[in-house]
């Protein structure tokens, strides 16, 4: 019953709650929302009519989310680039909030021996902290939202994917051990700069010496996209995980970049 509210709650209303307490359900929001963007297009073929102003009319969505709309964001921009292409696109398998954290032990990696690791500084904006700088991970959840044990994952086996965060790795006493080495901090000086930037910097101390690394858009970011190439191996990692096969794979990717690709055809090559 508490799992049915929670999922009547996200699908009504996407809140971040559902990250708290080891939740199952944060992947919940976007796969609602991306289930109902489907669904509105298809609604938009049937010539079914809708309200003339959804968004800005006396009872609609804005007058809704809050009490001073301000209308003219939705048309007057800064800059000649639409707002769906500043969205940023995960690289990583964890929370945005760790993303520069990962990027930056991803560089350090080739560089050290994980067994001269004494401690690990993770520097990073106050939101960063709030809530994911916990170094208990019972569930694959929560090793998700998890700053600590992201950059230990990171470190010990070069990668941050959806492979990176399974079942053995949560239980990996080694990876647990290195996750219990590190230690999230707020930067006063990077939480100035959110949320223009979401940055971080890692120092890694070993026996010896010590190895630093500042990032300030990771991979994924506007300001640092993935190139066509990552992108379609993202989705190739992701649909070989979720179970479709390699030549399934290429069928979608095949035609998703088609100028009048079948959304019907697409459907039935992942619907199996």
Known sequence: MNTAIAAAVAGAAGVLEMQEDGSDLKPYNVGRASMDAVVA?????????????AIGGKRGFVSVMTDTPHLEQLTDFNSDTLAVEQVYRKEYAACRHAHPAIEAALRI??????????KIEVLTYLQATEGHSYIEVPTVSAAKMSIPFSVAVALATGSADMKAFSFENVAN???LDLTRKVEVKEDVNLTALNPQKRAAIVVVHTKNDEYLQRVDYPKGE???????EELENKFRNLA???GLT?????AVIDEIWKEDFSLEKIMNLIGK
Request: hydrophobic share 25%.
């Open 222 to 228: 506007p300001e640092n996209p993935l190139s066509k």
């Open 173 to 175: 006493e080694d990876i």
């Open 109 to 118: 990696k080739p560089q050290i021996n994980i067994s001269d690791i004494e």
């Open 240 to 242: 070989l995980y979720g």
């Open 246 to 250: 390699s030549e399934e794979c290429d």
């Open 41 to 53: 297009a298809m609604m938009g073929k049937t010539g079914l009519k809708g309200p003339n102003d």
